[in-house]
């Protein structure tokens, strides 16, 4: 057997054996598009490894969570895409169940250790740009199979593992890199993955291409970018057609090869005569990593709108959903998502209007808005990270992002997200937003570039202090 990642070989296979031991096991993971397909490869890796689990999802691992995880029959718990993070919760419960984690959040210092924990933190692996949480769950499903002593090959499951990284924003730099490229090359391998220089834009599969142009706003380009008309009359001026026999327009991943050229270097010539600067015309391209045994046209095919699709389903309590698409239920499951998906992309799309037009306020070394109840707390970090760059939101700073909890009178979620650039300066989110949270009674963690944290209601302007002053150091 050979694992994507030698440095977490040993401690895999140590995972591995624990849970072949065991006569059930309870699998715990997070409501995102990582912590989704996280479960979906582990769900399948123990279903091959003939063990019987049970899956649950967390909004977040809390001292709650972990109470009525350990009141539960199962007597080892596997994590994924969660857990190192919580060690100190985990270990008040060392003696009613067994944690196996396969995690890529920083790891909570505490003097609990775990014997069966999985992180790339631990060996050295930049955990937020290099192996994800999906990436990590992949590598110990290649070592389940060496110890289960079952006839599986797990390499199949690469294709989720490059869709939870891709969804963790793993790719942001253009293309995956380190640890997360080994499981491509294995994904690629086995015909589950195909790789391609093509157009960096969202939407690639299911977006018509004028809308594919006019929504595509992260590399900008005048007259196209939020302009409908404008993208129209582009696609016009060039003279390959565009449109099906019925005259509808096409997606971008039913033009041949030669169309594709043609719209590329239209929109290449386009941005270059209107001044867009060289660094940012190379964002336009990009690797893109398709999922080989997905029609073309369908949302699961590329892996960026398979993620948004999961995060469709897992961030409005709909995880089970998310799992079934995950696990190839192609029908009941995938029908409910596409709906699922609808809500999720108003909502996203709501809650960055609602953030250009109300403006956010600059401190000194981060920007910040509180959206109340108007943005749902588990998106109002996807519209914080997109918000960035568009009108009146920099950049060059931090921004962080204040939302009531549902259910929850009295507490506060934080959101915050940063950029590499803010990173390659010393920017680390994590530890800021654990140190400014607990000042003020609360607690979070995450990764350098983009973190969370509860805190209590009314206490917002006191964490702001704290964690600007962090920030501030971090960044001097
Ligand atoms: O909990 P989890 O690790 O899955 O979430 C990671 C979060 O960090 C995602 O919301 C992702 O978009 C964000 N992120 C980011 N920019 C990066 C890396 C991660 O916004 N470069
Ligand atoms: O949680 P995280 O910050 O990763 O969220 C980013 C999400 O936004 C991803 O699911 C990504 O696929 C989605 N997205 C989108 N439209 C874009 C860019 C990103 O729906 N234009
Ligand atoms: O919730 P949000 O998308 O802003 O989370 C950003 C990152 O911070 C995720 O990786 C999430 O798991 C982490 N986080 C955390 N502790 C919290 C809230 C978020 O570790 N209390
Ligand atoms: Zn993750």
């Known amino acids: 057997m050979a694992v994507p990642v030698p440095e977490l070989e040993e401690r895999a296979l140590a995972c591995a054996e624990r849970l072949a031991a065991a006569d059930r096991v309870l699998l715990a993971s997070h409501i995102d598009a990582d912590g989704l397909t996280s479960a979906g490869i582990a769900a399948t890796a123990l279903e091959r490894a003939e063990i019987p689990f049970e899956s649950v999802f967390e909004k977040q691992l809390?001292?709650?969570?972990?109470?009525?995880?350990?009141?539960?029959?199962?007597?080892t718990v596997l994590f994924t895409d969660f857990g190192s993070g919580q060690l100190e919760a985990i270990g008040e419960h060392a003696d009613e169940f067994t944690p196996v984690i396969a995690d890529h959040h920083r790891p909570a210092e505490t003097g609990f250790e775990p014997d069966h924990h999985m992180n790339p933190l631990l060996v050295g692996i930049d955990g937020a740009?290099?192996?994800?949480?999906?990436?990590?769950?992949?590598?110990?499903?290649?070592?389940?199979?060496?110890?289960?002593?079952?006839?599986?090959d797990n390499r199949d499951l690469a294709a989720l593992a490059v869709v939870g990284a891709v969804g963790d924003m793993q790719a942001s730099g253009g293309e995956l890199e380190g640890a997360n490229a080994e499981i491509v090359k294995q994904g690629v391998e086995v015909g589950a993955v195909e790789t391609s220089t093509d157009l960096a834009l969202y939407g690639k599969q299911t977006r018509p291409l004028p809308k594919l142009l006019e929504y595509a706003t992260d590399v900008r380009i005048p007259g196209i970018s939020n302009d409908a008309g404008g993208s129209l009359r582009f696609l016009e001026s060039l003279d390959v057609d565009l449109r099906t026999a019925e005259g509808?327009?096409?997606?971008?991943?039913?033009?041949?090869?030669?169309?594709?050229?043609?719209?590329?270097?239209?929109?290449?010539r386009r941005a270059v005569s209107k001044g867009v600067p060289a660094e940012k015309i190379e964002g336009l391209v990009a690797t893109s990593y398709v999922l080989a045994g997905e029609p073309v046209g369908s949302e699961l095919r590329d892996a960026s709108e398979f993620s948004t699709l999961l995060n469709a389903t897992a961030r409005y309590?709909?995880?089970?959903?998310?799992?079934?698409?995950?696990?190839?239920?192609?029908?009941?499951?995938?029908?409910?998502?596409?709906?699922?998906?609808?809500?999720?992309?108003?909502?996203?799309?709501?809650?960055?209007?609602?953030?250009?037009?109300?403006?956010?306020?600059?401190?000194?070394?981060?920007?910040?808005?509180?959206?109340?109840?108007?943005?749902?707390?588990?998106?109002?970090?996807?519209?914080?990270?997109?918000?960035?760059?568009?009108?009146?939101?920099?950049?060059?700073?931090?921004?962080?992002a204040f939302a009531e909890k549902e259910g929850e009178a009295g507490e506060i979620k934080v959101s915050t997200r940063g950029t590499g650039r803010l990173v390659s300066r010393g920017l680390d989110?994590?530890?800021?937003?654990?140190?400014?949270?607990?000042?003020?009674?609360?607690?979070?963690?995450?990764?350098?570039?983009?973190?969370?944290?509860?805190?209590?209601?009314?206490?917002?302007?006191?964490?702001?202090?704290?964690?600007?002053?962090?920030?501030?150091?971090?960044?001097s």
């Open 62 to 75: 809390d001292d709650k969570a972990i109470a009525a995880i350990a009141a539960r029959e199962e007597e």
């Open 129 to 152: 740009a290099e192996l994800s949480g999906a990436g990590t769950t992949y590598v110990l499903a290649r070592a389940l199979e060496s110890v289960a002593g079952s006839e599986a």
């Open 248 to 268: 509808s327009w096409r997606c971008w991943s039913e033009l041949a090869d030669d169309e594709k050229q043609s719209v590329a270097s239209g929109l290449v």
């Open 317 to 400: 309590a709909r995880a089970d959903v998310g799992l079934g698409v995950c696990l190839g239920d192609r029908e009941g499951a995938l029908d409910r998502a596409r709906t699922l998906l609808r809500e999720h992309r108003r909502n996203l799309a709501e809650g960055i209007e609602w953030v250009t037009e109300e403006g956010v306020t600059r401190e000194e070394h981060v920007q910040w808005f509180h959206a109340e109840d108007r943005i749902r707390e588990t998106i109002v970090g996807i519209v914080a990270g997109m918000a960035m760059g568009s009108e009146g939101v920099s950049r060059s700073l931090p921004i962080v």
């Open 429 to 475: 989110l994590s530890t800021a937003i654990g140190e400014a949270a607990r000042a003020v009674g609360g607690d979070g963690g995450g990764h350098d570039v983009a973190a969370g944290a509860t805190i209590p209601a009314g206490r917002e302007s006191a964490f702001l202090d704290r964690l600007d002053t962090a920030v501030g150091e971090q960044l």
